[in-house]
């Protein structure tokens, strides 16, 4: 067991089970929540963390649990990691705003510098640099339509874009998202994902990615025209969807369709992005080339900031004063992101998300050989899900992952759960994790499965 320093105080790197999860003092909380907070704001697990780093969160009944979730996404380079929390702190003793639309400053041009350096593809690029995943796909879709004067979006089944009124008619799944906040925006269409765990078993043979491809390029020509569409939009690995890895080929074939087409091709790497695959982005796995490329979570260590990269003819067809927001690359948050990108650039933390998917994926595979309602295995790198399915078919089991997600929480693991039909357990852990505590870990969610499967 090693320890972490978190605000000056040892963090012991164990899971620790002090009362039942959640505890007095949460239930404290969360009942003035209740009085205080909308109820539209839900939570996975109501244990309230006062403390956080390595692969631990610490709650205010003294409990330590696991993390398996970094906030979605967002804690990659490690809660409170002290690159960032060194890089915050300093632009928070100087100064904490003056919206670079009024003054600019510094930061906001390096961390665009090291966005259009880090970001896939050799041309020149350019950076606008925003507050939340939504955000920057929607602003990716408003460049993509200044640019080609045309107004169709196509996105995919199972996506996940946002909660704004554009990216909600992008998302796909209706509840919680969408359900009763309609009407959406228009001039959205959804085509076939590549899905190679359903595409397969549902045709009997093997759906490649070129094949899959072809689908929404037919799609997309018979129903929309390829020549009025502005955007195609896509998570190189779903998130919300399910953790959906597309099949070889897949995502060559539409960037190749999109540029013969004159089409903008947007990469969503909002929860993808920044080392969380064992590559600085998912794009780079089948090495294609977004357009534009969307980024969040992972990209400033916690704080709030998102970004829209691209080609910088498309960026540039948008004149000054159309694009940005008050808070749009808050100078704490550019330090912060400055910081984690020191951090994943620096601190082994691309070869470590590999032995952390590696790990994970071995103690799924062994599971699986005894419990085959782990229907499949998927992911790259840290972004690791299982599929839980009915034993003996391909129906969702989204029961099981429920009971199981609830059965970790109690004994100190959070999961979190996803996927379109519910059925999808996901990890996520911060790539500062040790070995010891995902071993652990697991060892809940071997005990878990064998007390509800027998």
């Known amino acids: 067991m090693t320890a972490l320093e978190i605000g000056g105080e040892a963090l012991p790197q164990e899971r620790k089970i002090v009362t039942e999860i ?8 969360e009942a003035r929540r209740s009085t205080a907070v909308a109820t539209g704001v839900g939570s996975s697990l109501p244990a309230y963390v006062v403390a956080a780093g390595g692969g631990i969160l610490k709650d205010v009944d003294g409990n330590q649990l696991i993390d398996l979730g970094s906030g979605i996404a967002v804690t990659t380079a490690g809660n409170a990691n002290p690159r960032v929390v060194k890089a915050a702190t300093e632009q928070l003793e100087a100064f904490t705003h003056t919206c670079f639309m009024v003054n600019p400053y510094e930061s906001y041009v390096e961390v665009a510098e090291a966005l259009n350096r880090l970001t896939p593809g050799d041309h020149e690029k350019r950076t606008v640099l925003l507050n939340s995943g939504a955000e920057a796909v929607e602003n990716a879709v408003k460049i993509a339509r200044a640019h080609t004067n045309r107004d169709a979006v196509v996105v995919f089944d199972h996506a996940y874009h946002g909660r704004t009124n554009l990216t909600m ?25 590549s899905y190679p765990f359903r595409d397969n078993d549902a045709a009997g043979t093997k759906v490649s990615g070129e094949e899959a491809a072809k689908r929404v390029m037919t799609m997309i020509d018979k129903q929309i025209g390829a020549e009025n569409v502005a955007a195609i939009v896509i998570e190189p690995i779903q998130g919300e969807g399910g953790f959906i890895v597309p099949a070889e080929g897949f995502l060559p074939t539409l960037v190749e369709y999109a540029r013969e087409n004159g089409i903008v091709f947007v990469a969503d790497e909002v929860q993808a992005g920044f080392a969380r695959t064992g590559k600085m982005f998912a794009s780079e ?7 534009l490329i969307t980024t969040a979570k992972g990209i400033a260590g916690g704080l709030p900031l998102s970004a829209v990269t691209g080609r910088a003819e498309i960026m540039d067809s948008v004149g000054p004063g159309r694009l940005g927001g008050t808070y749009g690359g808050n100078p704490t948050a550019c330090a912060a992101a400055l910081g984690a990108i020191e951090a994943y650039e620096n601190d082994g933390l691309l070869e470590r998300a590999t032995q952390i998917g590696e790990l994970i994926t071995d103690r799924l595979v062994k599971l699986q050989d005894t419990y085959p309602e782990i229907g499949d295995i998927r992911g790259r790198g840290a972004m690791v899900a299982a599929e839980f399915v009915k034993r003996d078919s391909i129906d969702p089991n989204p029961e099981l992952v429920k009971d199981l997600a609830a059965y970790a929480a109690k004994n100190g693991v959070l999961v979190l759960t996803t996927g379109t039909f519910g059925n999808v357990l996901r990890f996520l852990p911060p790539l500062t994790i040790s070995d010891e505590l995902l071993n652990d870990a697991f060892d809940v969610l071997e005990a878990g499965l064998a007390e509800l499967l027998g």
């Open 169 to 193: 008619a992008m998302t796909a799944k209706a509840h919680p998202y969408k359900a009763g906040f309609g009407p959406f925006a228009g001039e959205v269409y959804r085509a076939p994902m």
């Open 22 to 29: 959640p505890g007095p003092k949460s239930r404290e909380i």
């Open 285 to 291: 796995w089948e090495e294609i080339v977004p357009d």
